[in-house]
């Protein structure tokens, strides 16, 4: 059964960081590309990050680039996102998901070629 499980989220002042984390479990994670969304009361979820399966790309939407930073650890089976320079409209539920790479670089922006989700964990940035 795999498992993705989100943590580090919180409350936060503007210009404040935070870290998520995401732990999986019951995949072989290092084939896995991984990726982050968000998504705001009211909205559609949208692509933050993605990493490739060995941590050798990156991939960042527009929005979040220059403040937030992607990482993984294979041999804890965690994703990382670094996330600085906190503004409030980054306030939404971040959720990491997980899509099997066929490619060491593969990347992928798009919330439906992901095969897991986890359940999300709340970012509030206030102002």
């Known amino acids: 059964q795999v498992q993705l499980v989100e943590s580090g989220g919180g409350l936060v002042q503007a210009g404040g960081s935070l870290r998520l984390s995401c732990a999986a479990s019951?995949?072989?994670?290092?084939?896995?590309?991984m990726g982050w969304f968000r998504q705001a009361p009211g909205k559609e979820r949208e692509f933050v990050a993605a990493i490739s399966r060995n941590g050798g790309r990156t991939y960042y939407a527009d929005s979040v680039k220059g403040r937030f930073t992607c990482s993984r650890d294979n041999a804890k089976n965690t994703v990382y996102l670094q996330m600085n320079s906190l503004k409030p409209e980054d306030t939404a539920v971040y959720y990491c998901?997980?899509?099997?790479?066929?490619?060491?670089?593969?990347?992928?922006?798009?919330?439906?070629?992901?095969?897991?989700w986890g359940q999300g964990t709340q970012v509030t940035v206030s102002s």
């Open positions: 998901a997980a899509k099997w790479a066929p490619s060491t670089v593969m990347v992928v922006t798009t919330t439906d070629p992901y095969e897991y």
């Open positions: 019951g995949l072989s994670f290092s084939s896995y590309s």
